[in-house]
């Protein structure tokens, strides 16, 4: 390929990259300072809006390890594993993906809404809420977020083979010290790289969230939510102020994406 040739495929490419993510990133970022930092520093101080950043936390607290731990194991068994309905699994996994989240929201609203909901009637009448309250925000939150630990265990599983496993049983070592000594530590980099992913989605999350949460002001809100709310009051400046946490974050998931591929290419 030509000099020439190559300069440009690079230039449309930037430019590509510039005009979809750099540019919306530096608008936010100058229309959450041109009034100053005073604006800024209410919203982001706000007790609610402080608590939906703690909503959003604790939801992703919960739904990145059960979501690791999930990923690990539906990668072996998929794997290194032979049984009925694997195909089947496989396929599962990649739903969140084709699914809508304001789908999955709608799905999870008709399980456990509590009149007419297939749980939620029961759980309504042994006094657990769900729908409009924590649980649901963690629901919606793990079920969006299943397949990226899943997705990058898999085929590293694939590429590593099972022989060190083998030859490690017959010197004896249990099914546990195998796991620990060498499954682990061979695919801990797509471990990481995919709770990086996982963490990433989490955070970002609005549409299931929207649908179940309820939205209240104080209680039920994400972060995510917090911005379509501040936008719905005009309080653009706090909207964006909320969205540039959301931006920093999302631009420290990608250095952090930077530097483990390195490390996961020289493991």
């Known amino acids: 390929m030509s000099v020439p040739r190559r300069l440009g495929l690079r230039a449309v490419a930037l430019g590509y990259l510039f005009v979809i993510l750099l540019a919306p990133l530096a608008m ?28 959003t936390l604790i939801a992703t607290a919960i739904a990145v390890p059960l979501n690791t731990v999930f990923g690990v194991l539906c990668g072996l068994a998929i794997v290194r594993r032979r049984f009925r309905g694997k195909g089947l699994l496989n396929a599962f996994i990649d739903l969140p993906l084709a699914v809508s989240p304001v789908v999955i929201g709608l799905c999870l609203y008709l399980l456990y809404a509590p009149r007419g909901g297939w749980f939620g ?27 990226f630990v899943a997705r990058e265990v898999i085929p590293t599983l694939r590429e590593l083979g099972n022989e060190q496993e083998q030859a490690a049983a017959t010197l004896g070592a249990a099914r546990w010290q195998r796991f620990w000594r060498i499954t682990l530590p061979s695919i801990r980099w797509a471990v990481v790289y995919g709770v990086v992913l996982t963490t990433a989605r989490c955070l970002g999350e609005y549409g299931a969230v929207a649908v179940v949460s309820g939205r209240i002001e104080g209680s039920t809100e994400t972060a995510t939510t917090r911005v379509e709310d501040l936008t719905l009051t005009f309080d653009t400046t706090g909207a964006y102020a909320v969205s540039l946490v959301l931006a920093t974050i999302a631009v420290l998931v990608l250095v952090a994406m930077t530097v483990i591929r390195p490390r996961e290419e020289n493991a």
């Open 28 to 55: 936010v970022f100058y229309r959450t300072f041109q009034d100053g930092l005073a604006p800024v520093w209410q919203t982001l101080s706000d007790p609610d809006t402080i608590h939906a950043f703690e909503v």
């Open 121 to 147: 009637s029961w759980l309504s009448e042994h006094g657990f809420q769900v729908l409009f309250a924590l649980p649901a925000i963690v629901l919606a939150t793990i079920f969006v977020s299943v397949p």
